[in-house]
T-cell receptor, first 114, second 113 residues
Framework: ETGVTQTPRHLVMGMTNKKSLKCEQH?????MYWYKQSAKKPLELMFV???????ENNSVPSRFSPECPNSSHLFLHLHTLQPEDSALYLCASSQEGGAGNTIYFGEGSWLTVV | AQKVTQAQTEISVVEKEDVTLDCVYETRDTTYYLFWYKQPPSGELVFLIRRNSFDEQNEISGRYSWNFQKSTSSFNFTITASQVVDSAVYFC??????????FGAGTTVTVRA
C-alpha cells in the first residue's frame, strides 16, 4: 500500500465545473506537494506546503487553488479549467521541505477537462 | 536551461538483456542530490535511489545498479537481466539548494518477453 493516497484516481469535468482532488499521506511527513505531468512535458512543480504553510506557488493560474488543513492532507480545488489542464496530477510528501529530502509520490489523479 | 538531460527517449530490449539509462545533470552547487524514480503505467512515481554529491560510490540493489561520476556530471542507471515488470518510464532528478526537484524528460523502457 502506498504511503501517499490520492482520490479520485480518474476525473472528467466540464470547463464550468468545480471539483477537488484529495491527497493524504500516512508517512508522518511535514511537507506536501502538487506536481503536474502533461503529455510530453517534464514534471512541473505547482505548490509546496511545509508545516501547513504554503512556501511555493510556481506561477500557477488561480483556477487551481490548494488547501492544506494539516500536515497529512492536501487538496487541489479546481474551477473553470481549460482543456489544456488535462493531465496527471501527482501529490507527494517529504519529511521536510528542505534540500535533498526524498519526495514520495502518490499514484496520481488523471484529470480530463472536456 | 535543462538541468537534467535524459537523452534516450525510448529503449526496447528483450527479457534478460541489460539496459543502461543515461542521466546528465548541470549544477553550480557543490552540495546536491540525485534521484531516480520509476513510473509504471499506473502513474505512481516510485522512488528508487537518492545519492548526495559527496558520495561517489556506485551502488547495487538487486538487479539495479547506479554509476555516479562527478567528473562527467552523470548518474547512470543499469537494470541487469531485465524483466517484463521493469517496463516503465524512468526519471532522473536533481535537487539543489532547496526542496525543488528538477526532473529529466524520462526514458521509456519496454522489456519484451
Amino acid at each position: 500500500e502506498t504511503g501517499v493516497t490520492q482520490t479520485p484516481r480518474h476525473l472528467v469535468m466540464g470547463m464550468t465545473n468545480k471539483k477537488s482532488l484529495k491527497c493524504e499521506q500516512h508517512l508522518g511527513h511535514n511537507a506536501m506537494y502538487w506536481y503536474k505531468q502533461s503529455a510530453k512535458k517534464p514534471l512541473e512543480l505547482m505548490f509546496v506546503y511545509n508545516f501547513k504553510e504554503q512556501t511555493e506557488n510556481n506561477s500557477v493560474p488561480s483556477r487551481f487553488s490548494p488547501e492544506c488543513p494539516n500536515s497529512s492532507h492536501l487538496f487541489l480545488h479546481l474551477h473553470t479549467l481549460q482543456p489544456e489542464d488535462s493531465a496527471l496530477y501527482l501529490c507527494a510528501s517529504s519529511q521536510e521541505g528542505g534540500a535533498g529530502n526524498t519526495i514520495y509520490f502518490g499514484e496520481g489523479s488523471w484529470l480530463t477537462v472536456v | 536551461a535543462q538541468k537534467v538531460t535524459q537523452a534516450q527517449t525510448e529503449i526496447s530490449v528483450v527479457e534478460k538483456e541489460d539496459v543502461t539509462l543515461d542521466c546528465v545533470y548541470e549544477t553550480r552547487d557543490t552540495t546536491y542530490y540525485l534521484f531516480w524514480y520509476k513510473q509504471p503505467p499506473s502513474g505512481e512515481l516510485v522512488f528508487l535511489i537518492r545519492r548526495n554529491s559527496f558520495d561517489e560510490q556506485n551502488e547495487i540493489s538487486g538487479r539495479y545498479s547506479w554509476n555516479f561520476q562527478k567528473s562527467t556530471s552523470s548518474f547512470n542507471f543499469t537494470i541487469t537481466a531485465s524483466q517484463v515488470v521493469d517496463s516503465a518510464v524512468y526519471f532522473c532528478a536533481l535537487s539543489e539548494d532547496d526542496y525543488k526537484l528538477s526532473f529529466g524528460a524520462g526514458t521509456t523502457v519496454t522489456v519484451r518477453a
